[in-house]
T-cell receptor
Framework: GENVEQHPSTLSVQEGDSAVIKCTYS??????FPWYKQELGKRPQLIID?????GEKKDQRIAVTLNKTAKHFSLHITETQPEDSAVYFC????????????FGAGTILRVKS | EPEVTQTPSHQVTQMGQEVILHCVPI?????FYWYRQILGQKVEFLVS????????KSEIFDDQFSVERPDGSNFTLKIRSTKLEDSAMYFC????????????FGQGTRLTVV
């Protein structure tokens, strides 16, 4: 089955710097890759997603890139702010009926002001 | 904005007891899911449900677990005989389509088995 690896596990950046989180996946049939932000004790919330027919997607300070050949995708956050501090999870959706998500282990992002 | 709602927010139960976790998915969604997250770990898929039957289940979802859609709005997860290792946050999610679409998560039920 699908396996998603995520790194780094923790990331500390200075406010205003950029943050990059990387994920790799194993199932070449996966074609949907969302990123979720989870604040302490709260539900995961989608911040951006990308489908396999697209190489890059941007939404204001957040961008995601996808390399299907290498089976990896990355989250880029520019001009980080303290409120970006949270746990970020990448996920992949295998090409199976039901749209289940296989999550990475998460990255704790700390933005220092 | 439509939301997935879960009740209760926190459930404490004794080992061996049955628990039922409740979820109300977004009303026009057709696909429903349960995930769990052990404290400090990643979110893990348990089961997907469509058209009144299970679409897929993980290895975690053994005979102690069951899901049901008892009416047109609720989606429940039952654990028949809880174990200490069932302690986790349980998230319900729903999607409007079967593939490649955003999953909306509920706020979770924290299950503590003592």
């Amino acid at each position: 089955g699908e396996n998603v690896e995520q790194h780094p596990s923790t990331l500390s950046v200075q406010e205003g710097d950029s943050a990059v989180i990387k994920c790799t996946y194993s199932d070449s049939a996966s074609n949907y890759f969302p990123w979720y932000k989870q604040e302490l004790g709260k539900r995961p919330q989608l911040i951006i997603d990308i489908r396999s027919n697209v190489g890059e997607k941007k939404d204001q300070r957040i961008a995601v890139t996808l390399n299907k050949t290498a089976k990896h995708f990355s989250l880029h956050i520019t001009e980080t702010q303290p409120e970006d501090s949270a746990v970020y999870f990448c996920a992949a959706s295998p090409m199976e009926y039901g749209n289940k998500l296989v999550f990475g282990a998460g990255t704790i992002l700390r933005v220092k002001s | 904005e439509p939301e997935v709602t879960q009740t209760p927010s926190h459930q404490v139960t004794q080992m061996g007891q049955e628990v039922i976790l409740h979820c109300v998915p977004i009303s026009n969604h057709l696909y429903f899911y349960w995930y769990r997250q052990i404290l400090g770990q990643k979110v893990e898929f348990l089961v997907s449900f469509y058209n009144n039957e299970i679409s897929e289940k993980s290895e975690i979802f053994d005979d102690q677990f069951s899901v049901e859609r008892p009416d047109g709005s609720n989606f429940t997860l039952k654990i028949r005989s809880t174990k200490l290792e069932d302690s986790a946050m349980y998230f319900c999610a729903s999607t409007s389509q079967g593939v490649n679409t955003e999953a909306f998560f509920g706020q979770g039920t924290r299950l503590t088995v003592v």
